[in-house]
């Protein structure tokens, strides 16, 4: 009785700070977000413009790419804060999965990285929040992506376990996660990276609670390797 009711007390606790997250994050969001659009809307007029000169374009690539940086910075916090939608169906795991290694290897071409998908065809995930998965997926991917060096893969496979248990595994080839953090790394504002938010796990964390699953972090002798596994039905 004693665990239950400090693990109830823990849990209205972090509702409260979410709650206090997210109005802090709406209000952010708009004071931010507009400014950024409009910086974004000049700096890419001023790209399309015939007669600049061509030594300032590296510098609104920069004001571009960073607007870009710190929309994603605000997104995260507001889906951090916010609840998922909880609209449980069975979702095409295959195509989704495939669409999100697709989109990634398109969107770093220029690191000569290639995101595979490795999943059966016509995979289906059954009773689960699309929104919810999706954002899960697309968030360890991200990690995995920023994480490589060039000329190298990350790879995301998709299957049953042997008790049927629906798993999803992303790994990569980048230095992997320092052993001083490995327990941490699925709280919120802890992170790897120079200028991350230290969100996009604490997200993963939070969704795959939500779905009922579990996630692992396992590390290689090379890279990072992460494993969401989701009740199976």
């Not at 290897?105 to 220029?110: G, I, L, N």
């Amino acid at each position: 009785m004693i665990a239950e009711k400090i693990s109830l007390e823990r849990t209205l606790i972090q509702q409260e700070h979410l709650a206090t997250l997210g109005t802090l994050a709406a209000r952010v969001a708009h004071e931010v977000r507009n400014p950024l659009g409009a910086i974004k809307a000049l700096a890419q007029n001023m790209q399309r413009d015939q007669t600049l000169d061509p030594r300032y374009h590296r510098d609104l690539d920069y004001i571009v790419s960073e607007t870009d940086r710190l929309d994603g910075c605000v997104q995260g916090v507001l889906d951090f804060s916010r609840p998922s939608s909880a609209e449980p169906r069975d979702i095409p795991a295959s195509e989704l999965l495939g669409n999100i290694a697709r989109t990634l290897t398109m969107q770093y071409a220029s690191r000569r990285l290639s995101v595979e998908s490795q999943v059966e065809r016509d995979w289906t995930v059954k009773g689960v929040d699309r929104q919810a998965l999706q954002q899960v997926v697309l968030n360890l991917a991200l990690n995995a992506v920023q994480a490589s060096p060039p000329d190298s893969q990350v790879w995301i496979k998709g299957g049953r376990q042997p008790d049927e248990k629906p798993f999803i595994t992303v790994s990569d080839e980048g230095p992997g996660i320092p052993a001083g953090i490995r327990e941490r790394i699925w709280e919120p504002w802890v992170t790897t990276k120079p200028r991350g938010t230290g969100l996009g796990l604490s997200i993963v964390a939070r969704n795959v609670q939500e779905l009922g699953g579990e996630v692992r972090l396992d590390t290689p002798a090379r890279g990072a390797s992460v494993t969401v596994t989701l009740p199976g039905v």
